[in-house]
Nanobody, 115 residues
Framework: QVQLAESGGGLVQPGGSLRLSCATS????????MGWYRQSPGKQRELVAG???????NYAESVQGRFTISRDNAKNTVYLQMNSLKPEDTAVYYC?????????WGQGTQVTVSS
């Protein structure tokens, strides 16, 4: 049974930083894709950043240059370093992992950017 454990959300002032982590367990197979999505009230869930097993990354245009995604394959963990946070980054952030063509989602962690 695949499990995802997210951590690192919280309240931060504009311009501040947060680091999200998502540790996965319960499968011996490679995490083909690991990524972060976010959803704010009244909006659809959107991809923030993703990283493939070979290291290729992609980012939403709105976070390029501010957010950095990385992964530790030995720990089956993906990270999202978020810098220069803006109020519009406020959302629930979800971790998604693809293992053997199946999608697995975390429960989400709240990120609030406010003064």
């Amino acid at each position: 049974q695949v499990q995802l454990a997210e951590s690192g959300g919280g309240l931060v002032q504009p311009g501040g930083s947060l680091r999200l982590s998502c540790a996965t367990s319960g499968s011996i197979y490679s995490r083909t894709f690991m990524g972060w999505y976010r959803q704010s009230p009244g909006k659809q869930r959107e991809l923030v950043a993703g990283i493939f097993s070979g290291g290729k990354t992609n980012y939403a245009e709105s976070v390029q240059g501010r957010f950095t995604i990385s992964r530790d394959n030995a720990k089956n963990t993906v990270y999202l370093q978020m810098n220069s946070l803006k109020p519009e980054d406020t959302a629930v952030y979800y971790c998604k992992v693809v293992i053997a063509i199946r999608d697995y989602w975390g429960q989400g962690t709240q990120v609030t950017v406010s003064s």
